[in-house]
């Protein structure tokens, strides 16, 4: 069973930056589009951005210009690069790996909070 494992979140304040890292316990067959989404308290997870095998990246309206989502294949790890950070960021930040196959993994989350 693969695991993905977030690290690099926490407390900062507003216009900060934080970077998390996804990695995974092995390679993940088939792997097909690694992605980071948040939950708010009292709110839906949403998509923050995406990328797939093939490079090609996708953003969330809300962090484009200030997030950047990349990845290290040999470590299989996914990264996020959030700067220019607001209270409204303030939320668990999940990974996820979606397969070729229709699997779906995800992380346990790692929560970031903005202060004002």
């Known amino acids: 069973q693969v695991q993905l494992v977030e690290s690099g979140g926490g407390l900062v304040q507003a216009g900060g930056s934080l970077r998390l890292s996804c990695t995974a316990s092995?390679?993940?067959?088939?792997?097909?589009?690694r992605g980071w989404y948040r939950q708010a308290p009292g709110k839906q997870r949403e998509l923050v951005a995406s990328?797939?095998?093939?490079?090609?990246?996708n953003y969330a309206d809300s962090v484009k210009g200030r997030f950047t989502i990349s990845r290290d294949s040999a470590a299989n790890t996914v990264y996020l690069q959030m700067n220019s950070l607001k209270p409204e960021d303030t939320a668990v930040y999940y990974c996820?790996?979606?397969?070729?196959?229709?699997?779906?993994?995800w992380g346990r989350g790692t929560q970031v909070t903005v202060s004002s």
């Open positions: 990328i797939t095998t093939g490079g090609a990246t």
């Open positions: 996820k790996t979606s397969t070729t196959m229709n699997n779906i993994y």
């Open positions: 092995r390679s993940i067959i088939g792997a097909s589009v």
